[in-house]
């Protein structure tokens, strides 16, 4: 593995954020009392600072909320005083979304973490925000179910953040992303206006359906405080493989061909030798069989998923060897060759984070000629590709000089663009990429998305800096 260029010095640092007046303050300690007004620079500077350490910014203070009535007290606070808010779950983002580049207030969800009993009669649960993924996870699983939303950063992102960014993670291939389990949510508007539907009917044709609408908004159309959300029955078993190939061709193709024969595939993931070699490098993993390329694939079912497996690979040219697991312990082994790529890549320094979708037909010309195509622009450039094959969705993760950086994110924008993909798959745009926001949506649409947000929050008080580009 290539040492990463050393100066990756391109970071985006805020301006040193701006104070509050003293009786701005008193008023949010008002609201929400006083050890839930944060101002001290411990406290603030990691809040400020993105996952990823590529945005750095300062945010005036920080709210914790209880409630949903002092969500709406703190929002109307900001319409008063002219007050930028941002709301900020997990911090576990990767597009600066929740980074308060601009000084702005930050909203923490943190306390609005209630949870109600699990709803076996219509498979749904009702939690706060704050809540995090593997808490609902497990809070499913111990009423018998599933919540079929999950990545790595489950243990630290929170219901909330998935909501604002449409999380999509490794089992959208089966089951859809955030928005396929939203019934319903809480959310207080940038009016100050509540709205409140966690009756969680899943037919519900009465008119526009807002909670759709909310999720993936980036937070700027409302703090969403509450949600609904659907669970599924947990499968008798699972079987997890990670299969090798000689190329990322045939891994491609293989996966593409398993997607159109099984109903049973769960999660159908891509990985190089490279990713994988720096993974077992940087935490001391154990080479798993050698090949070019990796699809760990999961199977779920009632029954014969070894058979189901044991076919899906037969049938399959380019296979150089394969691991099998049942075992949550062994499954949780291979699954790590995964989604440790994104912590092993960080540890190089932060890169360029692209998030894409691609027509089927175009990720294999695209995986071929990304690497050299950016190394066109900086030879000393590194691009890690991996990411859900079967969502036509693949992470490219690029290290490179400062000055490249913004002509490698110019050129594979349009490399994407110009194959008919999208710049964002499931991460959101954030500030990373609202410059290029233009690539795939239309002037109009972008007219109309800017309306939208104007009716939901006339005053601009809701991330502001975030998701659609400047005026
Ligand atoms: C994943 O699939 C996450 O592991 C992070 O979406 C991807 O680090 C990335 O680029
Ligand atoms: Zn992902």
Redesign the pocket.
């Known amino acids: 593995v290539r040492a990463p260029p050393s100066n990756v010095a391109w970071r985006t640092v805020s301006d040193p954020g701006r104070r509050l007046p003293a009786d701005a303050l008193d008023e949010l300690r008002a609201i929400v009392g006083d050890d839930h007004v944060l101002v001290d620079a411990e406290r603030l500077v990691p809040m400020s600072t993105d996952w990823t350490g590529r945005f750095v910014g300062r945010a005036a203070a920080a709210v914790r909320p209880a409630s949903t009535g002092e969500v709406a007290a703190v929002v109307g606070w900001a319409r008063r005083r002219g007050a930028a808010l941002m709301t900020q779950g997990g911090n576990t983002g990767?597009v600066g979304g929740a980074t308060p580049l601009h000084g702005e207030v930050l909203v923490s969800t943190s306390r609005l973490n209630s949870v109600t009993v699990v709803d076996m009669a219509s498979m749904q649960v009702t939690v706060g925000a704050g809540v995090t993924i593997e808490a609902v996870q497990q809070h499913a699983e111990r009423a018998g179910l599933r919540y079929p939303i999950d990545?790595?950063?489950r243990a630290t992102a929170t219901v909330g953040g998935s909501i604002a960014t449409n999380a999509?993670?490794?089992n959208f291939v089966r089951f859809g992303g955030t928005r396929e389990q939203l019934l319903g949510v809480e959310a207080v508007l940038g009016t100050g206006e509540v709205i409140n539907d966690l009756r969680g009917l899943r037919k519900d044709n009465t008119g526009f359906h807002l909670a759709s609408l909310l999720c993936g908004s980036e937070g700027t159309l409302a703090v969403v405080t509450g949600a609904t959300l659907r669970l599924v029955p947990r499968p008798a078993a699972v079987l997890t493989a990670l299969v090798g190939f000689d190329s990322a061709h045939s891994a491609i193709a293989a996966g593409h061909l398993w997607v159109a024969r099984s109903t049973r595939i769960e999660a159908l993931?891509l990985m190089r030798a490279d990713g994988v070699g720096l993974v077992c490098e940087q935490f001391a993993l154990p080479t798993p069989l050698r090949a070019a390329a990796y699809l760990l694939v999961e199977v779920a079912g009632e029954r014969d998923l070894d058979e189901e497996l044991h076919e899906l690979v037969e049938c399959t040219d380019g296979v150089t060897g394969s691991a099998v697991a049942a075992d949550e312990s062994a499954r949780r082994r291979l699954w790590r060759y995964?989604?440790d790529?994104?912590l092993a890549?960080?540890r190089l320094g932060p890169?360029l984070?692209?998030?894409i979708t691609l027509p089927g037909a175009e990720m294999q010309p695209f995986v071929d000629s990304i690497a050299s195509q950016v190394r066109g622009v900086d030879d000393e450039a590194n691009t890690w590709i991996?990411?859900?094959l079967g969502d036509g969705n693949l992470?490219?993760?690029v290290h490179a000089t400062t000055d490249a950086a913004g002509r490698i994110e110019s050129l594979v924008f349009t490399e994407v663009s110009r194959r008919g993909g999208s710049i964002s798959a499931?991460?959101g745009i954030g500030v990373a990429k609202r410059a290029f926001l233009h690539l795939r949506r239309s002037p109009a649409e972008l007219a109309w998305m800017g309306r939208v947000r104007a009716a939901f929050d006339p005053d601009g008080v809701l991330n502001p800096h975030v998701l659609l580009p400047h005026e």
């Open positions: 990767l990545f790595a950063a999509g993670g490794v993931e995964r989604e790529h994104t890549i960080n890169p984070k692209f998030d991996f990411g859900h992470h490219v993760n499931e991460h």
